[in-house]
């Protein structure tokens, strides 16, 4: 079984600032997905940013980077020139690539971390 | 663009009382998926369903059951409910099972049981 782990359970940073989240995980499959979401204040799920596991080249989204690290099953989450509406718990999650016949392949997500943005 | 519709938004049960919630998944979405995420906890993944069939189980309990119709749109009934069943419940879509293929959350539904 896969496992998730977000080693900050809190996290603040300063407006304008950049700021990075941690995840480590483990599994023993080598065709993956890896995800990072945000839950604000509404408790809505968000996407923020994804990473195909046999993909090197680390995703980008605006302000949203990743470090994917294989070897060492790490997936962090750089958030730059941060604003106050980023303030939220983000989601460290992981995705089988597997195509089994009829499975459904769910996300299995980390403990959270809450970020907070200082003005 | 449409979204996960999940109803009702907030819901209040006594215990013992029985309750259902529904989720409406994106157009052609063809797979759904039921979380439950109590209080500052991760969500949890519970059941998933992939063209009608029941696909996945995870830590749903017993006294729970789901299913998906012909349009595609799920229910979760839950039963005897405890007051640990407290939470909020996320349906999730996504077109396919595997892949690739995000899986887009509803606002989630609030369950309080008293």
């Known amino acids: 079984a896969q496992t998730v782990t977000q080693s900050q359970p809190e996290m603040s940073v300063q407006e304008a600032e950049t700021v990075t989240l941690s995840c480590t995980y483990d599994?023993?499959?080598?065709?993956?997905?890896l995800f990072w979401y945000k839950q604000p204040p509404s408790r809505q799920m968000i996407l923020v940013i994804r990473?195909?596991?046999?993909?090197?080249q680390n995703a980008t989204e605006n302000r949203f980077s990743v470090n994917f690290q294989k070897a060492a099953k790490s997936f962090s989450l750089k958030i730059s020139d941060s604003q106050l509406g980023d303030a939220a718990m983000y989601f460290c999650a992981y995705r089988s690539a597997l195509q089994s016949s009829g499975s459904a392949r769910q996300l299995t997500f980390g403990s959270g971390t809450q970020l907070t943005v200082l003005p | 663009a449409a979204g996960v519709i999940q109803s009702p938004r907030h819901l209040i049960k006594e215990k013992r009382e029985t309750a259902t919630l529904k989720c409406y998944p994106i157009p052609r979405h063809d797979t759904v998926y039921w979380y439950q995420q109590g209080p500052g906890q991760d969500p949890q993944f519970l059941i998933s369903?992939?063209?009608?069939?029941?696909?996945d189980k995870g830590s749903i309990p017993d006294r729970f059951s789901a299913q998906q119709f012909s349009d595609y749109h799920s229910e979760l009934n839950m039963s005897s409910l405890e007051l640990g069943d407290s939470a909020l419940y996320f349906c999730?879509?996504?077109?396919?099972?595997?892949?690739?293929?995000?899986?887009?959350f509803g606002a989630g539904s609030r369950l309080t049981v008293l």
């Open positions: 599994t023993s499959e080598s065709d993956y997905y």
């Open positions: 990473q195909e596991a046999y993909k090197q």
């Open positions: 369903f992939y063209e009608k069939m029941q696909s």
């Open positions: 999730a879509s996504s077109l396919k099972p595997a892949g690739a293929n995000v899986l887009t």
